[in-house]
């Protein structure tokens, strides 16, 4: 049973560059939720994605946007790349049952670099 | 909005037990849960509360009094491969798994 896949692993980009990441979540999840964390801090929230839907959104501009296909797969876009975008950007998977728990699982991350 | 606080840095020799203390403040509040990462690696889950009480999972066990916005992640039998960095996330009450609020972690040495 395969876990959260993503791709690219690394990617270094100029400023001003656009960029997708993509995230294959855990089998039999239907909830992608995606996080940037920075060196040094905690994974911060982005948006998640269910139902090809954008449910829930952080405090993070409209250049950062998202695409939940039929087989639940999920793609992050960021626009006009700032150096403050470096970071590693975390994909996590869950199962949305309402009122219970759903633990997520994490995905190895992209290490993304703006020069 | 929501915030979290935990130390940053905790050191404890091999076979020891270690306590990592989370506090938090939030407009909303439907558990806390505890996550592992190792350098380079992806958080793995550890274990979470919504009820004040102490959950045990071998090793680590989790304490939650939610009168005090307060949480511990507790290691027992320290080993060398538990130095990691351990976060406490908070999920809010009308949210499900995916949109939890994390702390800055506290990077936790293991030394022989």
């Known amino acids: 049973d395969a876990g959260v896949t993503q791709s690219p692993t690394h990617l270094i980009k100029t400023r001003g560059q656009q960029v997708t990441l993509r995230c294959s979540p855990k089998s039999g999840h239907d909830t992608v939720s995606w996080y940037q964390q920075a060196l040094g801090q905690g994974p911060q929230f982005i948006f998640q994605y269910y139902e090809e839907e954008e449910r829930q959104r952080g405090n993070f501009p409209d250049r950062f946007s998202g695409h939940q296909f039929p087989n639940y797969s999920s793609e992050l876009n960021v626009n006009a790349l700032l150096l403050g975008d470096s970071a590693l950007y975390l994909c996590?998977?869950?199962?949305?049952?309402?009122?219970?728990?759903?633990?997520?699982?994490f995905g190895p991350g992209t290490r993304l670099t703006v020069l | 909005g929501q915030s979290l606080e935990q130390p940053s840095e905790v050191t404890a020799v091999e076979g020891a037990i270690v306590q990592i203390n989370c506090t938090y403040q939030t407009s909303g509040f439907y558990g806390l849960s505890w996550y592992q990462q190792h350098d380079g690696g992806a958080p793995t889950f550890l274990s979470y509360n919504a009820l004040d009480g102490l959950e045990e999972t071998g090793r680590f066990s989790s304490f939650l009094s939610r009168s005090d916005s307060y949480g511990y992640l507790l290691l027992q039998e320290l080993q060398m491969k538990d130095s990691a960095s351990y976060f406490c996330a908070v999920r809010s009450r009308d949210t499900n798994a995916g949109k939890s609020t994390f702390g800055d972690g506290t990077t936790l040495t293991v030394k022989p």
């Open positions: 996590a998977s869950s199962l949305l049952t309402s009122g219970s728990y759903n633990e997520q699982f």
